[in-house]
């Protein structure tokens, strides 16, 4: 059993569109990351949160981080193909880093 | 230019080979990482090093073999590997080991065992 679920695990969407994708845990964690993936690249981090409640932005991208910590979302606004990529979460729990799978998103123009 | 740089990007390897991957970083971190990353599964933490003392081996088996000479530099040295070895590994910096610390990765090795 994965300690992280990350939903949807595939999404193909227009450009213009608007996504969200999500990350949920059944544990509560002290703090949480979100990443980029590229083909062919490593994970580059776009944000890291640690309260509950929290939202950051991020230009297009929106981060929201659960009331209990257990949760949380990125939403993209008017996505782009340059938002392609695979997505991840990795939550830190107790100085034990995990990762989810990944959702990965495909922009059409 | 993500600060962590990975050697070769590509490899591929016979099974009674033995090989190297490199890794190096000048982002000033404590902490280095080698992660194990498949298709359709998460990123495996394979091992990890926190100013330069190996902390962690997350039961990844003797044909890996970890080397952090300095604080900058991380090897994985590799040898009779098995064709379920084929991954892309990945190799990650952080500030501090542990909470709240994001990582810095490379841009990975992409590894093939025939």
């Known amino acids: 059993t994965q300690l992280l679920e990350q939903s949807p695990q595939f999404l193909s969407i227009q450009e213009g569109e608007n996504l969200t994708v999500y990350c949920n845990s059944s544990?509560?964690?002290?703090?949480l990351q979100w990443y980029r993936q590229e083909p062919g690249e490593g994970p580059v981090l776009l944000v890291t949160v640690v309260t509950g409640g929290e939202v950051k932005k991020l230009k297009r991208l929106t981060f929201q981080f659960g009331d209990a910590r257990k949760d949380s979302s990125l939403h993209i606004t008017a996505a782009q193909p340059g938002d392609t990529g695979l997505y991840l979460c990795?939550?830190?729990?107790?100085?034990?880093?995990?990762f989810g799978s990944g959702t990965k998103l495909n922009v059409k123009p | 230019e993500t600060g962590v740089t990975q050697t070769p990007r590509h490899l591929v390897m016979g099974m009674t080979n033995k090989k190297s991957l490199k890794c190096e970083q000048h982002?000033?971190?404590?902490?280095m990482y080698w992660y194990k990353q498949s298709a359709k599964k998460p990123l495996e933490l394979m091992f990890v090093y926190s100013l330069e003392e190996r902390v962690e081996n997350n039961s990844v088996p003797s044909r890996f073999s970890p080397e952090c000479p300095n604080s900058s530099h991380l090897f994985l040295h590799l040898h009779t590997l098995q064709p379920e070895d084929s991954a892309l590994y990945l190799c990650?910096?952080?500030?501090?080991?542990?909470?709240?610390?994001?990582?810095?990765f490379g841009s990975g090795t992409r590894l093939t065992v025939v």
């Open positions: 990795s939550l830190n729990n107790f100085n034990k880093f995990y």
């Open positions: 982002l000033g971190h404590n902490a």
């Open positions: 990650a910096s952080s500030q501090g080991e542990g909470e709240g610390y994001g990582y810095t």
């Open positions: 544990s509560v964690f002290s703090s």
